[in-house]
């Protein structure tokens, strides 16, 4: 049984509306009927005379009735016609939502009303979406401000444990307020509806003490009418309707008329999004914008193109090759929903290797952050309904050209979250795109790219017909974006001038060509050479461009090794790659060492002509020889001696007796040594202690290059030098 008591001590703590009276149940209506007359027994006109009737007693039966309202908008209860006082859109996955209701005790006796907290009865709940802890609240507003405060809500209990709360008793004409509230499930979806039904019973004393209400029992929840017919004092009719918020946001390229835009407008960021002004990019004429925060590109501005909903970045290659490179894009969110909303900026997915994403606000500031299941997500906070807010995008990928050069195309896919869903998920997405500039360039290759193999080698002759050095090249746009790539190669060589020598640096010339037998390079000799180029012209990301550079040696060079100094550079780009592993090969043209031989008569003339014939000499005249010994090579001569001795051909030390020696070079840094006999080397011309003038038989000359005083290979005459020797005997 419901006692009253407890629920008496509970409605003395709320204020009691009141409504129009009504007779209290259990009132005794007692009815008396009075007459006066003339006492016939007294003089006339009297009246003495007085009668009084029995007493009816009429007992006010008790009339429950109560009402809940606001109602339903229909006749029956329905989920989906609330009273639009009850209709709520927007709310928040895992929000509490609270709804007033309005207890009117209609009837002329205390009633006590009962609410189902049970989801699962009949019309407590919707049928396809359930709300979470369903309570009931009664509400006393202490403050009158109209607002639920703390402390002004007091749970309604179950008393009797028969699964129903109950109201405090409501006086007969008396209303009071109480609050339903449940929660919004955490993984609602957005447009989902939820509500609740405060489903009603009445509870009242069929024998009510109208003088002492707390003797009142609470447990007649059936009405008989004057008919009898019976009925259950029930109100059922009161569904509120929760539905979940469904975001509005799109994430797009920057707005240019907004805040951290390129050209600010009035009106900030709230007068809709506009793209920047056109400028030309690497795939032609879009609307575009420099990187506010560009890291090198050889100082140059990073150039940010609009393409529909994506941007595309054209960064330019910078000096060097460690540092990671770096792209700022500036993107904007609109909030095209309802309310004020906050939106989380997800991780891009599926980033190449080494390439990382930072989100900022549009000056360049960290974000702050919000955690959802234990993951911090930048946050763009309260962006209001209508709102068009810009914020950065950094995005750090490996240097072109260093260790891990990066992919061509980074894509970088924005996801935007709104923080008034359940999920995360994206609501929106844009596209940033990355297209790195990357070049090979170096020897050909069949297969697309070039080779980084062994040194190659091309052999001339000056002065011949096969004095023209071949390499063929490839240049391969490995980057992202069309490019254009300007060729340039040299070779020093060292040339000879009446045996100077000096340097002519020699500029390759670059070549299209025919691949007549399809091997995928140039093959000299079979291959046809096309026209004369300088630079690739445009080319597309990802194809190659064939060439053929040809050296031309001078007619002077001098044998050996040179290094031709190759580059191909990026127009738009900058970016430059070299090939120094080919080399021109000059070979040793037909040549000699000459000897040039001639004597005189010292003894009859000292300073007459040298002759090569026609020289006479008297015994004891004094002979000079002189022996000139030119390098015609186009090369160094190693190791030359220049001997004097007896031979089938000569008979100088037979009717001759040495007398003296002298030698002069014009290789620099040589020092011209003697040796005796087949003795040591030594660099004085006087006999070593021993030997007699008359004793030798063979004198030998050298050029020391490298100081060792000896003549091995590594005293060289260099080209066009030569030695010079002074040899005299004394006739026998």
Not at 634 to 639: A, F, G, L
């Amino acid at each position: 049984m419901k006692k009253s008591t407890y629920l008496l001590s509970l409605m003395a703590a709320l204020t009691l509306g009141t409504a129009s009276a009504a007779t209290e149940a259990g009132i005794q209506i007692v009815n008396v009927a009075t007459a006066t007359f003339e006492d016939p027994t007294g003089p006339a006109n009297n009246t003495t005379g007085t009668s009084t009737s029995n007493l009816v007693t009429t007992t006010v039966l008790s009339v429950p009735s109560f009402t809940v309202t606001p109602n339903n908008t229909g006749t029956t209860p329905s989920p989906d016609a609330p009273d639009p006082s009850l209709d709520r859109v927007g709310v928040l996955p895992g929000s509490i939502q609270q709804f007033r209701y309005t207890v009117t005790n209609t009837g002329n006796t205390p009633v006590v009303v009962q609410f189902n907290p049970d989801i699962t009865a009949a019309n407590v709940d919707r049928t396809n979406s359930d709300v979470q802890n369903l309570t009931y609240f009664a509400f006393t507003d202490t403050n009158n401000n109209g607002v639920i405060d703390a402390g002004e809500l007091q749970a309604l209990t179950d008393s009797n444990n028969d699964g129903l709360v109950e109201s405090p008793a409501i006086a007969s004409n008396a209303f009071i307020t109480i609050v339903q509230s449940y929660k919004i499930p955490d993984a609602a979806t957005a447009g989902t509806r939820f509500g609740a039904n405060p489903v009603a019973t009445g509870l009242f004393d069929s024998t009510p003490d109208a003088q002492n209400p707390s003797n009142n029992t609470y447990t007649s929840t059936v009405t008989v009418n004057n008919n009898g017919v019976t009925s259950t004092l029930v109100d059922n009719n009161n569904f509120n309707r929760s539905t979940v918020y469904t975001p509005g946001v799109s994430v797009a390229p920057i707005d240019a008329n907004g805040v951290g835009g390129t050209a600010p407008a009035p009106g900030g960021n709230t007068d809709g999004r506009q793209d920047p002004p056109a400028q030309v990019t690497p795939v032609g004429t879009l609307p575009a914008y420099n990187d506010p925060n560009p890291n090198g590109g050889n100082g140059a501005v990073v150039l940010v193109g609009v393409n529909g909903n994506n941007q595309l970045a054209f960064p330019k290659a910078d000096a060097e090759s460690v540092n990671d490179d770096r792209v700022t894009f500036i993107n904007s969110v609109t909030n095209s929903g309802t309310q004020t909303d906050s939106f989380l900026l997800l991780p891009p997915p599926n980033l190449p290797t080494g390439v990382t994403v930072t989100y900022l606000d549009a000056a360049g500031n960290p974000l702050p952050t919000t955690t959802v299941n234990g993951v911090a997500y930048p946050t763009l906070l309260n962006v209001v309904a209508g709102e068009t807010r810009n914020f950065r995008i950094e995005v750090l990928y490996p240097d072109t050209g260093g260790v891990n050069s990066p992919v061509a195309v980074i894509n970088v896919e924005i996801g935007i979250d709104s923080l008034s869903d359940a999920d995360i998920l994206p609501n929106a997405s844009s596209t940033d795109t990355i297209f790195t500039p990357d070049l090979q360039f170096g020897d050909s290759t069949q297969a697309l790219g070039t080779s980084a193999g062994p040194t190659v080698v091309a052999t001339v002759t000056p002065g011949t017909a096969n004095n023209v050095a071949f390499f063929p090249m490839d240049v391969f746009n490995a980057g992202g974006y069309t490019d254009t790539f300007v060729l340039s190669g040299s070779v020093p060589f060292t040339v000879l001038n009446a045996g100077v020598p000096s340097t002519n640096t020699v500029t390759a010339t670059y070549y299209t060509y025919t691949d007549v037998n399809n091997d995928g390079t140039f093959t000299n000799g079979t291959d046809t050479l096309g026209s004369v180029v300088t630079s690739t012209g445009p080319l597309a990301a990802g194809a190659e461009f064939k060439v053929v550079a040809l050296v031309t040696a001078p007619a002077n060079a001098r044998a050996g090794l040179y290094t031709v100094s190759q580059s191909a550079t990026g127009n738009y780009s900058t970016i430059s790659r070299t090939d120094t592993n080919d080399v021109v090969q000059v070979l040793s043209t037909t040549a000699s060492l000459t000897l040039a031989k001639s004597g005189r008569n010292i003894t009859v003339n000292p300073v007459g002509s040298f002759l090569t014939t026609g020289l006479t000499a008297n015994p004891t005249d004094n002979i000079e020889y002189r022996i000139i010994a030119t390098n015609t090579y186009n090369t160094d001569v190693r190791n030359i001696i220049l001997t004097e001795q007896n031979s089938a051909q000569g008979n100088v030390f037979t009717y001759g007796t040495f007398n003296n020696v002298s030698g002069t070079t014009t290789q620099a840094g040589g020092t011209v040594l003697y040796r005796f006999n087949g003795g040591a080397w030594q660099a004085g011309t006087a006999l070593p202690g021993g030997l007699a003038a008359s004793a030798v038989t063979r004198v030998d000359v050298g050029v020391d290059t490298n100081g060792d005083v000896n003549i091995t290979r590594d005293d060289i005459l260099s080209a066009s030098q030569t030695i010079t020797t002074n040899f005299t005997v004394t006739v026998k």
